[in-house]
Every structure is written in structure tokens, then in C-alpha cells.
């Protein structure tokens, strides 16, 4: 069982930045592969980011290419999501989700087993 807590959302003026935190309880952090989400009012659930358990490898969605970046310390159980230059666009719930395989990098929300609550971020115009 892995418990996930995310921190650092709020409020933002377009064009500014932030930084997300997801803090595991599990000692076996390092073995699982960490994602992030989003959902916006009215929308679906959609990938953000996500990053190999050793921190080897990361995948980004085109949407944030460029301005988002994922990476984590597997010695304080962390995973983080840099956000810069944010638009309004990027307004939403931030989830982070954990996944046993470890080693691969998922975009579908199915293969990922634990979630956090998430965390709200608002970008105004």
C-alpha cells in the first residue's frame, strides 16, 4: 500500500510558475514508477508526466512539452512536477499516481494503482 499526498498548487498569473510535490509513505518508493494527471472541470482525467523508478527516464505530454518537467528524490519519497510559464489552460486538479512496474512509463490512467487526493492549480489570464 502506498499512501500519496500532493502539495505546492494555488493560485498563478499566467505566465508564471509552480512547483508540485508528491510525498509517498512507502519504503519501496524507489521501485515504482510515478505519474502525474490532471483533470479539468467538465473533462476527463489526462496524463501529464511520469518518471521511471530510477529517474532514468521521463515522458511528458505535447500539451506541456517544454514547460513542465517531472523528476524525483527516491531518498525523501518525492516526486515533483516544475510548472513554468503556465497558461489558463493549465487550470486543473493535479493527481499524483504510483505504479508497480517500475521500470516502464505508462500513459493510461488503468496501470497506475495508487492515487493521491490531488492538488488544485488555477492559472488566471
Known amino acids: 500500500q502506498v499512501q500519496l499526498v500532493e502539495s505546492g498548487g494555488g493560485l498563478v498569473q499566467a505566465g508564471g510558475s509552480l512547483r508540485l510535490s508528491c510525498a509517498a509513505s512507502s519504503r519501496s518508493f524507489s521501485s515504482y514508477a510515478m505519474g502525474w494527471f490532471r483533470q479539468a472541470p467538465g473533462k476527463e482525467r489526462e496524463f501529464v508526466a511520469a518518471i521511471t523508478s530510477s529517474g532514468s527516464s521521463t515522458n511528458v505530454a505535447d500539451s506541456v512539452k517544454g514547460r513542465f518537467t517531472i523528476s524525483r528524490d527516491n531518498a525523501k519519497n518525492t516526486v515533483y512536477l516544475q510548472m513554468s510559464s503556465l497558461k489558463p489552460e493549465d487550470t486543473a486538479v493535479y493527481y499524483c499516481?504510483?505504479?508497480?512496474?517500475?521500470?516502464?512509463?505508462?500513459?493510461?490512467?488503468?496501470?497506475?494503482?495508487?492515487w493521491g487526493q490531488g492538488t488544485q492549480v488555477t492559472v488566471s489570464s
Open positions: 499516481a504510483a505504479d508497480r512496474s517500475g521500470g516502464y512509463i505508462y500513459t493510461a490512467r488503468w496501470r497506475y494503482e495508487y
